[in-house]
């Protein structure tokens, strides 16, 4: 095979490489993005419903919160959904976590 031949073939499958990568890449422009997670953890110490403990806590305790989040809750006899936390006991208690404790319901009304 000659020079110009071989060169011309060489391009010839440059070519063809070229556009095989080009609809592959417009194939794929059309599926979709992967779903994005329905619900993401954060942490208690950025959340609306948590407050920190004051001073008066004992050693360690203080460093931590209490959480008011309805989806945590020791009203057993109330609702309940596939997405709460429910404490079978009326105690009226309320639920400590430390800052880096969190769930899916941070900032949620």
Known sequence: M???????SEGLQEDDLLNR?????RI???IPDAPKPEAQTRRCKTCKYWTKSGKSEPPGK????YCQSEKITE???GKHEADMLVYPYTENGSYWTGPEFGCVHHDQP
């Open 28 to 30: 794929l422009r059309t």
């Open 21 to 25: 990568i080009v609809r592959a890449w």
């Open 62 to 65: 203080e460093a931590g919160g």
């Open 2 to 8: 000659s020079k110009e031949k071989s060169a011309k």
């Open 75 to 77: 009203d057993y006899t």
